[in-house]
């Protein structure tokens, strides 16, 4: 009886630790209200090669530009990948999305070549961004992985955040509709979200 009480209570407790780790999200900074062109140019500065491109991904001139940083081996960014691919698949959003990829000081070409940077491939035309030590992410003040900031046609900033409810949740949630509806032109009451993912720096 003792012994079941025991494993119910370390049970217990193990769920409650996992649950607050599902749900606790990581440090968000200031992040930069404006996309100047001096940032964009560092951005295809640090390009790798081109992806290939995604055939539902529009080539005309896009209205929006959306800036995702990613860990490439954070499992909890799937879910944001997952989501990103819902948004992409609209053919009425003029989106381009900026997979900037977070690669350490002294690591290989290998930290662009995992299953996260390979389905962030098929959502863009533009070539995986090169975010050795973190310079970038320094740059936009994101730390942490999934971290998505969305810039209009002038460079301004109406969405910053994660776009799940949770880590590794995936599918329909608060910040996910967010996102779209700023997409579709609409106004939203909140525009800035919690990350839920791994922390890059």
């Not at 949740?169 to 700023?182: D, I, Q, V, W």
């Amino acid at each position: 009886m003792l012994t079941s009480l025991f494993l119910g209570a370390v049970l217990l407790l193990g769920l409650g630790r996992l649950t607050h780790y599902q749900t606790q999200p990581g440090p968000v900074g200031q992040v930069p209200e404006n996309l100047t062109s001096a940032v964009l140019a560092s951005l295809s500065n640090s390009s790798a090669a081109p992806t290939g491109g995604a055939e539902g991904v529009h080539s005309s001139e896009p209205t929006w530009q959306l800036l995702v940083f990613v860990h490439p081996k954070c499992p909890c960014t799937r879910a944001t990948i997952h989501n990103l691919d819902l948004v992409s698949r609209r053919s009425d959003l003029r989106l381009e999305i900026i997979p900037v990829i977070f690669r350490p000081l002294h690591g290989d070409a290998t930290w662009l070549e995992t299953d996260n940077t390979r389905r962030l491939a098929t959502l863009t035309r533009r070539s995986l961004v090169d975010d050795q030590d973190s310079q970038l992410a320094r740059q936009f003040n994101v730390q942490v992985s999934g971290h998505c900031l969305l810039y209009d046609g002038a460079g301004r900033l109406p969405f910053s955040g994660g776009i799940t409810a949770s880590r590794g949740h995936e599918g329909r949630c608060r910040p996910l509709a967010a996102l779209t509806k700023t997409l579709e032109g609409h106004s939203i009451d909140q525009t800035r979200w919690p990350v839920y993912g791994c922390q890059m720096y």
